[in-house]
């Protein structure tokens, strides 16, 4: 049995609510002169492994899981190997395209910005290192979960790491720490192409020709050669808007309660007749009904915890201001 792995896209889509996930999908060119084929993957940590014939007969492929050590082999059932073209300038190759697709479960995505904790509050931010592995063609696709995008001051800096010694070291918040004696590349990709994705926006990585030659003459001189991508996303501005506007009702139902307690105990108080408190319901049960909308077409809106919160609270306002004019 010979398999040869010629090229590989790298197309990865993150997820970050209700728990972190990572939506992997490898577009692989194989020359194969067998109709088995042995694929290994580094991390156990997943689930919905999926293999689809890209050229030939579209189809997805049967295989067989076995688990050695901390990598997970799978054994692909490619027959009949017939239905793929011959591979170029031979005959006792075939020339197969796969698509593999599966889901890291609880990948290393970290919350917040360690410098400024005040700007991550009204604008969340996250982080992670990707690691990819094999000959990789020089585009790489990341895509965000609906209202984030990757911060522009990240995208224009370089971002891919290749160890020439195959020797990286990760040291706390996105930094990395070299041994004296290891010598990491910095690979540019300059600003990616960014596209809408039914509502997600993807960011289409070029890495610069002449670090793309380094890469391909390198590999061959590796067993096993990687590449790390570190990105910082961010949530957009009009998520990051509506994800506050639950703080502006928490402070305006805390401004009615403690209001209703100085009128309860005889004060002079401001005073909110029955009219205001069915129109503060009618608007907080309009932005309810909005916010759920969003949730429901897969936005991912950062302080869920305080919309929760908020919308409780003014429920309870709401009844207080009707209680005290004595409705029920």
């Not at 020439?164 to 930094?175: A, H, I, T, V």
């Not at 004296?180 to 990709?189: F, G, R, S, T």
């Not at 209001?259 to 932005?287: H, K, P, R, W, Y």
Request: aromatic share 16%; glycine share 6%; net charge negative.
């Amino acid at each position: 049995m010979s398999i040869e792995i010629q090229q590989t896209w790298w197309h990865i889509e993150e997820v970050y609510f209700p728990t972190a996930a990572r939506k992997i999908r490898q577009v692989m060119d194989i020359y194969a002169n067998d109709p088995t084929m042995l694929a290994g993957l580094k991390n156990l940590n997943f689930i919905g492994l999926k293999v689809i014939t890209r050229n030939g007969t579209p189809k997805e492929i049967g295989f067989l899981e076995y688990t050695n050590g901390n990598y997970f082999d799978i054994l692909l059932n490619l027959d009949p190997l017939d239905d793929f073209p011959d591979a170029p300038n031979t005959t006792s190759f075939k020339h197969v395209k796969i698509s593999v697709e599966y889901t890291l479960i609880d990948p290393a995505i970290e919350n917040g910005d360690p410098i400024d904790k005040l700007s991550d509050f009204f604008i969340p931010k996250k982080t992670s290192i990707i690691e990819i592995g094999g000959k990789l063609q020089p585009e790489f696709y990341l895509t965000f979960p609906k209202g984030w995008k990757l911060c522009w001051d990240n995208a224009l800096e370089t971002p891919f790491y290749f160890p020439e010694q195959r020797k990286l070291y990760e040291m706390g918040y996105g930094s990395y720490l070299i041994d004296n004696k290891e010598i990491v590349k910095q690979i540019d990709c300059g600003k990616p192409f960014v596209k809408g994705n039914e509502g997600r926006l993807t960011y289409n990585f070029l890495i610069d020709s002449k670090d793309f030659d380094y890469l391909t003459q390198t590999w061959d001189s590796l067993k096993d050669p990687k590449m790390w991508f570190t990105y910082y996303a961010e949530v957009t501005p009009a998520i990051a808007a509506i994800s506050l506007i639950p703080l502006i009702f928490l402070i305006f139902s805390l401004f009615i309660l403690h209001n209703g307690l100085l009128s309860f105990l005889g004060q002079d108080t401001l005073a909110f007749d029955c009219t205001f408190g069915v129109e503060f319901l009618i608007v907080l049960m309009g932005f309810a009904y909005f916010y759920y909308s969003l949730l429901r077409d897969e936005y991912e809106i950062p302080h869920r915890q305080l919309f929760i919160i908020s919308y409780t609270i003014s429920l309870v306002a709401i009844l207080q201001i009707l209680l005290l004019k004595g409705v029920f």
